[in-house]
């Protein structure tokens, strides 16, 4: 394969674990990954700390890993990130009462490319079996995630005592953004933890809810959970409250996003103390972003006007679609289809207590799993920000062209490149153009074994598509119940939410946090991709709106402006 049919930083299979997917990736890598990105996050944090997260769980020993003292467990194909589906499905293999199968279910979309698993001798091992026994006791009884709470803790003490970078050298803001990783690897060890445990608890409330004949009410039981990547939402909501009742920032808004704050700054003092308040919001919540795991992406604090444009959307909305109304009338649901499941075993102890026991550990580690990716976002952050800072001096110095350029650097040769510059600028340009045309190419949904060319994806142009006629019914996965018919707002950018009303269901390619607030005003949810106890499903369900996720092409496929009806329950989109 020839060096132009192959990005620079694309891994290769190993024959143990042969087996990546972008089935749950996509919502958490959406986009190509920055060459530092994949060194510094991906490699140097990220995949050390998955690899703990399977050891301290009892899933694997470490020498059971490839090249375990650095290994590459978020592989990379034409740019794009990918899950370790051999990894995943070892702990099917191992974890009592699961398998390989279930975990595909559980954790990745049904697609027809999707290999079989093939179970090898050293896969059964009754010594993990029983480590991993004993974690599912733990996740099944404990009441809390006290760890969560101390790396929340930490996260915040980095982002509030971080130093002026402008009057940092060169080589404390590498040291500083170096720095981060440990905390970023532990960070994401218990991210994975509260992750892969997820869905233990919503497993046996469908299992009982299916026993006792009411599947319906297993998506009921999860609804109103309480999840931190909400919370950007409900802050950008109050700033709507009061942009909505003052005609001085509603006639800022109405001017436009680009000069915003210059506009506030200039006018009176309530208009000043708005400003106050939406940098605070930025200072707060700017780590979250599109693509938020890559530090090339474009936060909050980078690109503010995302956030704005969001508060925005939300000043046009009428309190009835506040965020904290339509939680509560979600807690609500819950509450009934716990009375209704509690009344259906209440002859029975065992069953009763074990209703009890998948209640709380559904909400403890579904909520926990937000908690837990919200921590190691807050310090990525801070990594993006001291490399941003650097490229900008780069710029400066005349020695590459934009900030975002010197993440087409890997780590080491940032070192060399602040040393020694020239060599290096040419290289760093091809890169760039290389990397920006990666995002027309569909990554493949599954590389098994062998590594696939960029000539053989697919351009997302040449993708051919025709829309869905009127009448169609596209089918996906039901992720949060209730109905709603509305017109179809196809939005592609959470940053460029062109067209997109209140009322109107939004179409998604996938959702990370940054399309939260997109949500609120929405009347449904309906999304490309996603399996159960995907973000778009968590959060329909805290705010208590339909979803309906992994709907392939949904975004080709439904005409924008369209009317549909969405239906959470049965995971069916109508086009009308």
């Known amino acids: 394969m020839s060096g132009s049919d192959r990005w620079f930083c694309d891994s290769t299979p190993g024959e143990k674990y042969p087996a990546w997917t972008r089935g749950n990736a996509a919502d958490v890598f959406p986009d190509p990954f920055s060459p530092l990105g994949k060194d510094l996050i991906l490699r140097r944090a990220m995949s050390l700390g998955l690899r703990d997260a399977y050891i301290r769980m009892g899933a694997l020993d470490w020498e059971e890993f490839e090249n375990p003292e650095a290994p590459d467990l978020f592989q990379m194909y034409g740019g794009y990130p990918y899950n370790p589906l051999s990894l995943t499905r070892l702990l099917g293999a191992r974890m009592p009462g699961a398998s390989p199968e279930a975990i595909d279910k559980a954790f990745f979309d049904e697609r027809d490319e999707v290999p079989q698993y093939v179970e090898e001798a050293w896969h059964v091992s009754p010594k993990h079996e029983a480590a991993l026994g004993a974690t599912m006791g733990w996740v099944m009884s404990t009441d809390g995630l006290p760890f969560l709470a101390a790396d929340k803790a930490l996260a915040e003490h980095l982002r509030d005592t971080r130093p002026d970078l402008t009057e940092l050298e060169d080589w404390a803001l590498i040291s500083r953004a170096k720095s981060m990783l440990p905390h970023i690897q532990q960070m994401f060890e218990n991210a994975m933890v509260v992750s892969s445990m997820a869905s233990m608890g919503p497993g046996a409330l469908s299992a009982i809810c299916e026993a006792v004949g009411k599947p319906e ?27 909505r009742a003052s005609a001085e920032v509603t006639a800022a808004f109405d001017a436009g996003i680009d000069g915003l704050l210059d506009r506030l700054d200039a006018g009176s003092d309530g208009a000043k103390a708005f400003a106050a308040g939406l940098r605070d919001f930025i200072g707060t919540y700017g780590s979250r972003g599109p693509n938020e795991y890559d530090i090339l992406a474009a936060s909050w604090e980078v690109k503010p006007r995302v956030a704005f444009a969001a508060i925005d959307l939300m000043r046009k909305s009428d309190d009835s679609q506040a965020p904290a109304v339509r939680h509560a009338a979600s807690v609500v649901e819950k509450e009934r289809a716990a009375g209704v499941i509690r009344q259906l075993v209440a002859g029975d102890a065992e069953t009763a207590g074990m209703v009890e026991a998948a209640l709380t550990s559904a909400g403890l580690f579904l909520s926990g799993r937000e908690r837990a990716k919200t921590n190691a976002i807050m310090v990525i952050g801070e990594v993006r920000m001291a490399i941003r800072e650097l ?45 920006r045309s990666l995002f027309d190419y569909e990554p493949v949904f599954v590389v098994n074994g062998r590594v696939p060319a960029l000539s053989e994806m697919t351009r997302r142009t040449e993708k051919g598509l025709e829309k869905a006629a009127s009448g169609t019914v596209l089918k996906g996965a039901a992720g949060s119940g209730g109905t709603a018919t509305g017109r179809a707002r ?36 309906v999304v490309n991709v996603g399996a159960m106890g995907s973000h778009a499903m968590i959060v329909s369900r805290e705010l208590g709106i339909p979803c309906v996720a992994s709907v392939a092409d949904a975004t080709h496929l439904i005409p924008d402006g369209a009317m549909v009806t969405v239906d959470g329950a049965t995971g069916t989109v109508t086009v009308h």
């Open 217 to 243: 009410l297993s998506i009921g039981l999860l609804a109103g959970i309480d999840v931190d990547s909400s919370a950007p939402s409900h802050a950008m909501w109050a700033l709507s409250r009061t942009a």
């Open 391 to 435: 490229g900008r001096r780069f710029v400066e110095r005349g020695l590459i062209p934009t900030v975002e350029h010197v993440f087409m650097l890997t780590g080491d040769e940032l070192e060399h490149f602040r040393h020694d510059p020239e060599p290096m600028k040419a290289t760093i340009v091809q890169r760039w153009e290389q990397f």
């Open 490 to 525: 196809v939005v592609l950018d959470p940053g460029d939410p062109e067209g997109l009303e209140p009322g109107d269901v939004l179409v998604a390619p996938q959702t990370d946090p940054s399309w939260v607030p997109l949500f609120v005003p929405a009347a449904a949810v």
